[in-house]
């Protein structure tokens, strides 16, 4: 997918379908990912066979299934491990990220760790952070002012949110999010969600019955 002179690239990846994005400008070979799931190696493939550098692993959050491959993602292609600083507890912690429960536990330490309205420049592109507590304590979303992109993770998603009912989550907070910091967003900014479709956050403000 083309937006606004990014490429955008979506990967649904792992058991329970989270969406992996492949991030760079038009023309560029610099690159990021979103959330890598647990495809690490095919997604450094994908990067290698299309010629792209990768410079950075931008993690909405700590949860397993957005994180378990983001050491074979470094292994094949390189990159920066970069999450919100509060998150840096849940992600090292295999009970917290949930990847216990699935015999495959994960440690992971971030290289970068980001601030909650930083602008974080990248691979040519530049990432505003909003730190969106809810889903878990650091969720983050990353936000492309310009382009009207919006990388949400689990915050957001087509009609719903993110559950609250894992280690450091919080349903009021996760609507408090939502109503302050995401849907006072522009309308045409579309948001590329952990699971599910992309929407946009005009059609969010009308149609989530979770924010109504």
Known sequence: MKQN?????????????TNCYIVYRE????CVVVDPGDSGKEIGRYIREHGLSLEDILLTHGHFDHVMGVAD???????RVCIFEGESGLLG??????SELTGKPVSL?????????????????KFRVIHTPGHT????CY?????????????????????????TGNGRQLVDSLKQKVLTLPDDVKAYTG??????????KKNNPFVM
């Open 5 to 17: 002179g990014l490429v955008i690239q979506s990967v649904v990846v792992g058991s329970v379908g």
């Open 27 to 30: 023309g560029n070979t610099k």
């Open 73 to 79: 993602l470094v292994s094949s292609a390189g990159g």
């Open 93 to 98: 912690d295999a009970g917290l990220n949930v």
């Open 109 to 125: 330490r971030a290289d970068v760790r980001l601030r909650d309205g930083q602008v974080y420049e990248t691979a040519d592109m």
């Open 137 to 140: 304590t650091g969720s983050c």
């Open 143 to 167: 936000y492309m002012e310009p382009e009207k992109v919006l990388f949400c993770g689990d915050t957001l998603f087509f009609e719903s949110i993110g559950r609250s009912d894992l280690p």
């Open 195 to 204: 699971h599910g479709p992309a929407t946009d956050i005009g059609y969010e």
